[in-house]
């Protein structure tokens, strides 16, 4: 990696949170030539598969040598494993609750190691206590293999039903489902029309589309779409 580290920040902890900026705290200490980016911090609260989907929206187009830390963590003080990952030449810091599946769905695992708390850890903030020290080694430059023992087997997702992942700035309703797909059903409603820009949408009508990050979703133009149907993450999807 050339330059200065970057290290990205993927967290369900919400924007302006003291527990991110304790997190960037502890990069710094071990990394104060880092770049931080704060890539995401409004995944919907214990959502693992939201945070995987935008954990890897949110990193993919980063270089080589790049660290993302990501904390979604509802079993934080568990038996779940810490890991470092390398894979697709980038290194993830995260709990082992399946929050890198889209990631690995991508790239092969170059290298993983279970990272251990030390002693003091705070049960309740292993983000700070664990992963941060994790991710400011990495981007100081100290070797992945170095920072615990060899692990195998990583936790995936299973795949989900249709639902509602995302909801973003401007209401558009970011679905797990891929292209092609006809139609929905949201909360009763029969979506069929379907764009590939928002100009070519009817004012006031949901439509399809597929979004820049190759999943289906609904928006309405010059609308919100989760007004207009009264949804939001984690709203059922039907297919038709």
């Excluded at 980038?90 to 990272?115: I, K, Q, W």
């Excluded at 004012?203 to 779409?225: I, K």
Aim: glycine fraction near 12%; charged fraction near 20%; hydrophobic fraction near 45%.
């Amino acid at each position: 990696m050339s330059g200065r580290p970057v290290v990205t920040l993927t967290t369900d902890f919400g924007t302006g949170s003291p527990y991110v900026a304790a997190m960037k705290a502890v990069v710094l200490a071990r990394c104060p030539e880092a770049i931080l980016v704060d890539a995401v911090h409004e995944v919907p609260p214990f959502d693992v598969a939201a945070g995987a989907f935008l954990l890897w929206a949110a990193t993919r187009d980063f270089g080589p040598g790049s660290v993302h830390l990501a904390v979604v963590d509802p079993g934080v003080g568990t038996g779940r494993r810490g890991l470092a990952v390398r894979a697709g030449r980038r290194c993830y810091v995260a709990p082992d609750n399946g929050l890198l599946e889209l990631v690995l769905s991508e790239h092969e695992v170059e290298a993983a190691v279970e990272l251990v708390a030390p002693p003091g850890a705070s049960r309740t903030f292993e983000g700070r206590d664990v992963f941060a020290p994790a991710a400011g080694d990495l981007a100081a430059g100290r070797p992945l293999e170095q920072l615990g023992r060899p692990v195998s087997g990583l936790v995936r997702l299973p795949p989900g039903p249709p639902r509602v992942l995302w909801v973003d700035r401007f209401g558009n309703l970011v679905t797990n489902l891929k292209p092609p797909v006809a139609g929905l059903r949201i909360n009763g409603r029969a979506l069929l029309a379907s764009a590939t820009t928002f100009g070519e949408g009817r004012p006031g009508e949901p439509f399809l589309y597929t979004g820049s990050l190759g999943y289906v979703e609904v928006g309405v133009r010059e609308d919100r779409a989760d007004r207009v149907l009264r949804a939001g993450a984690g709203s059922p999807v039907e297919v038709i």
